[in-house]
């Protein structure tokens, strides 16, 4: 996990350093949790953050689901209608095959 940073592109990197530690505080009250990581090609793909992520995984016994929800750009045209710069222009929806590699580095079963 970047040594808690959560980057999405280089002008814009913000600390999960409180996401993780509600994550904790939540396994330690041993209220459920589900894990739901965006898959974007390029930002948050990242082999060694995923398996970081799987590492927290091990960790919390509150989790009871964990998905992986691919990028789109389904909701590009609300964007465009309102004129507002969308900052993922050009990435690309991941592949399948990027898919299952994200979901086999962190233990997903289908």
């Not at 041993?30 to 970081?52: S, Y």
């Not at 091990?58 to 309102?82: A, C, M, Q």
């Amino acid at each position: 996990m970047r040594k808690n940073l959560c980057c999405y592109s280089s002008e814009n990197c913000r600390s999960n350093k409180n996401i993780l530690a509600m994550a904790d505080k939540m396994n330690e009250m041993g209220k459920e949790m589900w894990i739901r990581h965006v898959l974007v090609p390029g930002l948050t793909d990242g082999k060694e953050d995923l398996k970081a992520l799987r590492k927290k995984l091990d960790e919390w016994t509150n989790v009871s689901r964990v998905e992986i929800l691919p990028y789109h750009t389904l909701g590009l045209f609300k964007w465009e209608n309102l004129g507002i710069p969308y900052s993922l222009e050009g990435v690309p929806v991941p592949t399948e095959e990027q898919v299952k590699e994200a979901e086999e580095i962190l233990g997903i079963k289908k």
